[in-house]
């Protein structure tokens, strides 16, 4: 089955204790982005990816930092967290990227509570 | 300042009747815009993409229309259902070789018996 994958989908931590959520897809995609959602602020865009070793800042990629070793990994690392990125996290991904129309596909998201 | 606002935030309606959810944009170069429902708690999924040259796509009871002159796109939803309760959230890509998407907040759809 077509899909992208996360990992944990519930995590509760600490302030300061670095931590990885995984995010994987299976469908050969070139690009793969992270977001965060927030009441009230709608889907914000942290980091992207267009293809192994190529990524970029997206809307508010402060506190994070992503890599992408492998195509269908991309994970998302918080070296510190802090409370403020207490949040629900999408993973996506998708054919091309550019000019591009394909369909963007999301993971089942990652609840965060940072105390 | 590239902007996405969506209206309603909010609707309430009747299952079994229609509703239209409207997009404004002011992404410029412009590359297509993407409309996504999302249920509580889960990921957002897209029910179309429309280029510049598109001006009306259907995927089942929603159609999308696009008037990129004016830069404005409607959702319309035909015979509700209780299923359709859920955000729906317009994105616009912009063009020139960028990958950025603008997002919408959202108008969160409560379809009610």
């Known amino acids: 089955e077509a899909q992208v994958t996360q990992n944990p989908r519930y995590l509760i931590t600490v302030t300061g204790k670095k931590l990885t959520v995984t995010c994987s897809q299976n469908?050969?995609?070139?690009?793969m982005s992270w977001y965060r959602q927030d009441p009230g602020l709608g889907l914000r865009q942290i980091y992207y990816?267009?293809?192994?070793?190529?990524?970029d800042k997206g809307d508010v990629p402060e506190g994070y930092k992503v890599s992408r070793k492998e195509k269908r990994n991309f994970p998302l690392i918080l070296e510190s967290p802090s409370p403020n990125q207490t949040s629900l996290y999408f993973c996506?991904?998708?054919f091309g990227g550019g000019q591009s129309p394909n369909e963007q596909f999301f993971g089942p998201g990652t609840r965060l509570t940072v105390l | 300042k590239n902007q996405v606002e969506q209206s309603p935030q909010s609707l309430i309606i009747l299952e079994g009747k229609n509703c239209t959810l409207q997009?404004?944009?002011?992404?410029?170069?412009?590359?297509?815009l993407r409309w996504y429902k999302q249920d509580t708690g889960r990921g957002p999924v897209s029910l179309t993409i429309?280029?510049?040259?598109?001006n009306t796509k259907s995927n089942g009871r929603y159609t999308a229309t696009l008037d990129a002159d004016t830069k404005q796109s409607s959702l319309h939803i035909t015979a509700s259902q209780l299923s359709d309760s859920a955000s729906y959230i317009c994105?616009?890509?912009?063009?020139?070789?960028?990958?950025?998407?603008?997002f919408g907040k959202g108008t969160k759809l409560s379809v009610i018996p």
């Open positions: 994105v616009v890509k912009g063009g020139a070789g960028s990958y950025q998407l603008t």
């Open positions: 990816s267009m293809n192994v070793e190529v990524t």
């Open positions: 469908m050969n995609h070139e690009y």
């Open positions: 997009c404004n944009y002011t992404v410029s170069p412009f590359s297509n």
């Open positions: 429309m280029t510049f040259s598109e």
């Open positions: 996506a991904s998708s």
